[in-house]
């Protein structure tokens, strides 16, 4: 049976080629001597690149790890930045990166027929390891988008806190839409629409470029809007920054609270200290968290539930779902020029049934993977308003870790880092206290 | 004793030091899993990195030209010498209902005068694509393949691709003639 | 000091920045907008170029204006791209500057007077969370209304608007879809159309609704689809049964005309012979006399300015012919009623077509071939290889040249169409094909090469159990060909030389003959030969066939009839003529013209008796074209009709 079916797709290989290649006029029998050129095709060392690109990500990472959990300094990571800017931004045109690799990963783990390159699963596993060892250092200079907008931050203007926490949440709905497209192989969203790219190639959409821009005069004054609000890959990172072994701290010294590291803080990852005194019962907020608990499986439902409505209108956005429906459209009302799609598919001898049957499978697959991420949306929107009504009492500043990006600004800001005591002084001084 | 561990436990610092390491666990195990998971789609073989045109299926749109997110696209004509007739009247050198066969610009057809042509002997001309002024529009190819041995055909240079992640040109092919190809394929050349 | 210098340059280059970035994105949207490249003028200037034949002007200005776009376009390009990397560099210099200059402050602001209470942010921020959710499932509902439900009324109401026309349809066509059938003996077939016809196109219109409607409804909610679905299914049931029926009942047409408008002529002659190229025409009220020196019976005569030997061809109103010699190749159209020149197509430029035409004889020339039509697109070629398509206005829809033929006489087989197929019968010495395209584009349907030599001989539709063959003569075999696949459908051997006339059929059997070789009688269902022949054969005439007499005129003057049944000869005419125009039956009578002009008129029964023979005037050697009351004939330099008064 095996053999009978290749025997029948070599056919088939044979009658396409076949059917292309005309040989309207016979090749040509010169008769002085006449030469056929030497056809040559550059292919460049991609391979070694790639080589290149997982070591410097490896080394930069490594690098800035070093930096700001053994040293406390911020200077490499301004090195960092301009390599990685100049190399994996500008020299390697953007392509491909960590925040992209989501959808491939997603992608390789639902679909067994799509082959991930190893490069591609390195660059989008290596900064989780890292995070998981060392916090967000792949964010802190690495990633070509960060170290960008980190490069341009002059000032560092607040926004408000209650805001941001809202804002905070897109970065994982964007995360989910990534995935539930990329799943369905419908898009690559995040690369579609990656507001710097354009910007690293010197040219693209003028849309995506623009919003490049604005997001860098942004970033000019409050600390990168776009790994804050945006980033996918930074929201996936945050999870494994919190439970991170070696921990990134404003200072080996006792804290002063004296505020600065505070106010130093590019995304607002350093939480002042905090006394619970508000006048708010605590058996009242009690109740609250007991009933978002209830009404997390609730949200989670409901969200679900209207994804999975939505899943016809979502799955448009699939190339032969919008075929089809041109299809159907055409077959309807039957126009004379009619779209080059259409055209490429009677030209290729397509046939609508087993298009429709194409487009049935895509839909079906819409509505489960809609159900899953309407599901997760849920969760995460439930989860974000179980976190807000949790109270944590502060002595100190402490470092939020989910949202540090290890830029090490702080680090010059806190005064003890500026004049260290050595350890012994300072117990004397305590012990002078007492 | 017990009931004093037990509260030991229940203390805040304590719940959460014990949430932390639950929460490492998880993560250092779901990066093992999941690198576990990869590790066996590495083993199949080599998987496909490099975007090309199949030329088979290509139907010379014209959208290479304008949606490669380069401002000059990736995209160029390749000319296969081996299977061109050297036709004196080229249907992708001329435009359609030539006059006179010369190199005047209202008879040609590349819009960049990409390519160019050396005669040969009588009556073969050869042709070669300047790879620097073509824009990738298919508009010899188009006519190359409707009246000629389909010699000239569009394909991605590897040396100006940046390999995007996904293929803008790929996105919007009518045919979907554009997939990822393994580097041992690189080019798919038609001689 | 430093500071200021650092503010200044910062200063300075943000200017700098500013303007370039404007510049750029100005020079980016008229790139983008203009697109010299595919700028329109310069290319309606070039089709003007194509239509008119030479003027220097307007070379002069495209090439100008050519010129023009190619320099902006990379002129353009240049300049974006340096553009592009100046402006990179100012802003490191911009960014370098302004971050020396912020070095000097460290940021330190007051110490906040109010303490944050962050559990009121955190309640605002739940709140914040509140709306977002609750505005993201609006927003999502409105998405699906959008979405999905629109869809669903207009879609039901579409297909309730198709069942109510079915139903009107279904009454009212059932009459006219048992004409429909006779006239086009093919089963219907989305694909495959005769010529204009109303109602089998509209009996077509109602099936492929239906089937459409099908598709659709199976797109909304189940609940509408079990409601429409059923009946609409009934109705095409009902439908199908009843086409079938009259398909059943329906004797083997002999008649393959075409119901028209009163005001349009009845009967068509799409191609060389008459309809499927058979030798018949249904024509009536046809003139027997006529004189072209008196002008008796003459309606009009217009000169041909380009020489061929192509037959006429009628379709509706209009007359088809072509003409070709070194300068040019010609499709002409005139008028039927008239016999004014409507229109003339100059076949040229196509790519492929021979700088210089190829050799070809006096009595052959460069078109011989006839014409074809399916009253939607008329098609022709000639000996270049140069194979074009129209519309019936003259407008050339595609052209392509089927390679230049090789052929010592000069390419002869003339074009039949049946639907939207054209069929080309490509024996020559260098290619042995038989093409089907599409008439519409030109897209191959079918390629098959042909194991036979060169010949000039002419395709032909046969009938065969209700089902069309493609039968061709070539040398050494008679072949038949399905019409949808190019599937051969049998082959029969037997002849030799160089075949120039064309086979025939009449119920079924297929009968071929050729000088020198022999005249056979083929069985149409299954290519058994079931009888031989060689008393006369003609040379370039075609038979034309009854159910009981089979009628050659051979190039040496004899005229014959023999029994179909056993090939037996049953009549001869010893004329003093040469026949290279082929006998066409219409009225019960056989009208034969010889090559000085002379017509000969018979009686297409087993007497076959001479009714009358008459000199037309002048040199004939295309077969005349009939259609109700009138004759068109070409002659060696003029088309002429003649209609009886």
Known sequence: ?434 | ?191 | MKQTIYRNIAAVSAIFIVTLSIMLIINYFQVKEVSPLQSVVVETLKQLNDQNANNPELQEQIRQLDLMARKAYFLNMDHLKNGVYLLLGMLAVFLICIRMYFTGFKDIPDKEIDPIDEWAIQSSARKYIGFAGISLVALAAVFIVFSIPLMQPTNSSASEDKQELLAKAEISEKEKIVEAQESSPLPVNGEIKTTANETQTSAEEIETKAVQSEVETSNTEPVEKEEVEPVIKEQVVENDTEVKEKVCSEEAPAANEVKEEIALPRVNSNAFRGHYSNGKSEAKNLPVKWDLANGTNIAWQTKVTRKGQSSPVINGHKVFITGGDEEARELFCYDLNTGENLWTLSVANIPGSPAKVPDTTDDTGLASASVATNGLQVCAIFGTGDLVCTDMDGKQLWAKNLGVPDNHYGYASSLIIEGNSLFVQYDNNNTHKVYALNTENGNELWVKERKDKISWSSPMIAQVNNKPQLVLMGNPGITAYDLVSGDQLWRVECLMGEVGASACSYNGIIYGASEYATMVAIDGTDGKVLWESSDYLPEVASPVATESNLYIATSYGVVASFNTETGELKKEHETNAEFYSSPIMAEGRIYLISNDGTMHIFKANDEFALLDSFETGEMTYATPAFTDGKIVVRTNNSIYCVEAN
């Open chain 1, 1 to 434: 049976m095996k053999q009978l079916s290749t025997f029948l797709l070599s056919i088939l290989a044979f009658a396409n080629a076949g059917a292309q290649n005309l040989n309207r006029f016979p090749k040509p029998d010169f008769e002085s001597g006449y030469q056929y050129p030497d056809a040559h095709y550059a292919l460049p060392n991609e391979q070694l690149w790639l080589v290149i690109d997982i070591i410097l990500l490896v080394g930069l990472m490594s690098f800035v790890a070093w930096a700001v959990i053994k040293k406390q300094t911020r200077k490499p990571i301004i090195w960092v930045s301009i390599i990685s800017v100049a190399y994996f931004g500008f020299f390697r045109s953007g392509c491909v990166c960590s925040i992209g690799s989501i959808q491939n990963v997603a992608l390789a783990f639902v679909d067994s027929s799509y082959a991930i390159p190893l490069s591609v699963f390195l660059f989008f596993i290596l900064p989780i390891v890292f995070a998981f060892l060392f916090g967000r250092v792949f964010c802190a200079g690495v990633c070509p988008f960060g170290a960008l907008q980190e490069l341009v931050n002059i000032r560092n203007y607040r926004l408000s806190k209650s805001v941001t926490a809202v804002l905070e949440v897109i970065p994982w709905l964007y995360l989910i839409f990534a995935i539930l497209y990329a799943v369905t192989r419908t898009s690559f969203i995040i690369c579609l629409y990656d507001p710097f790219i354009g910007i690293f190639r010197l040219g693209g959409d003028f849309g995506l470029i623009l919003f490049g821009v604005v997001l860098l005069i942004a970033s000019v004054f409050t600390g990168r809007p776009f790994c804050r609000f945006i980033c996918p890959y930074g929201a996936l990172l945050s999870l494994f920054s919190k439970v991170s072994i070696w921990k990134i701290q404003i200072t080996k010294q006792a804290c002063i609270n004296c505020e600065l590291c505070h106010n130093a803080c590019p995304v607002d990852a350093i939480k002042p200290p905090y006394e619970n005194k508000t006048k708010e019962e605590r058996l009242q907020g009690v109740k609250r968290l007991i009933m978002y608990f209830i009404f997390l499986p609730l949200m989670i439902g409901a969200s679900g539930y209207v994804m999975h409505y939505a899943s016809p209108g979502l799955s448009k956005a699939h190339k032969d779902v919008k075929l089809y429906n041109m299809l159907v459209e055409q077959e309807a009302n039957p126009q004379v020029l009619i779209p080059i799609e259409l055209e490429a598919f009677y030209s290729l001898g397509g046939e609508i049934h087993q298009l429709k049957q194409e487009v049935d499978q895509v839909k079906a697959k819409f509505e489960f993977y809609s159900l899953i991420a309407g599901l997760f949306i849920g969760l995460v929107l439930g989860l974000a308003l179980i976190k807000l009504s949790v109270k944590r009492s502060r002595k100190e500043y402490e470092i939020e870790h989910d949202d540090c990006v290890a830029c090490g600004k702080c680090f010059s800001y806190c005064p003890k880092n500026t004049f260290i005591i050595p350890e012994n002084l300072l117990q004397a001084d305590e012990t002078n206290n007492i």
């Open chain 2, 1 to 191: 004793m017990a009931m004093k561990e037990d509260k030991k436990i229940k203390s805040p610092i304590e719940r959460r030091k014990f949430i932390k390491m639950l929460g490492t666990t998880v993560a250092g195990g779901s990066i093992l899993a999941t690198s576990g998971l990869m590790i066996n789609k590495f083993v199949d073989g080599e998987a496909d990195h490099y975007w090309q045109i199949d030329p088979q299926k290509c139907t010379h749109c014209g959208r290479c030209e304008t949606h490669c997110v380069l401002s000059m696209s990736a995209v160029k004509c390749i000319h296969a010498n081996k299977i061109c007739g050297y036709c004196d009247l080229c249907g992708g050198y001329y435009r359609s209902n030539v006059k006179d066969l010369n190199t005047a610009a209202e008879n040609l057809m590349c819009p960049t005068g990409a390519i160019q042509r050396k005669f040969v002997e009588d009556p073969y001309f050869e042709y070669t694509i300047d790879e620097d002024l073509c824009n990738g529009c298919a508009k010899c190819v188009k006519g190359c393949t409707a009246f000629g041995n389909g010699s000239l055909y569009l394909q991605i240079k590897r040396d100006l691709c940046t390999d995007c992640n996904e293929c803008e040109i790929a996105k919007v092919c009518p045919s979907d003639a554009i997939s990822r190809v393994p580097l041992a394929q690189a080019y798919k050349l038609k001689d």
